[in-house]
Structure formats: C-alpha cells, structure tokens
C-alpha cells in the first residue's frame, strides 16, 4: 500500500489512476490524497 505511493514519487497524474488502486488506504493516505486533488485543481 504505502510501498506503492513511494514507488511514484511524482503524485500528480498517476494519483488519478491509482487512486482507484489504492483504495484500501489508512485515513492518512485518504488526506494526503485529497490535498493532492486540491492542488491539482
């Protein structure tokens, strides 16, 4: 799980399609993804 968001440092257009991957995520994965897609937008 983690491992995987390590792999990609870059979180900008893979987190779009990983973020679909990644679902089992723990709350604080959830976060950070969010401010990922808030700063996308």
């Known amino acids: 799980m983690i491992s ?3 792999r990609k440092p870059l979180l ?3 987190l ?3 973020s679909e991957n990644l679902q ?3 709350s604080s994965s959830s ?3 969010t401010l990922y ?3 996308l937008r």
């Open 24 to 26: 089992p995520l723990p």
């Open 37 to 39: 897609h808030a700063g």
């Open 31 to 33: 976060f950070l993804f």
């Open 4 to 6: 995987g968001m390590k």
């Open 12 to 14: 900008n257009h893979s």
């Open 16 to 18: 779009l399609s990983d």
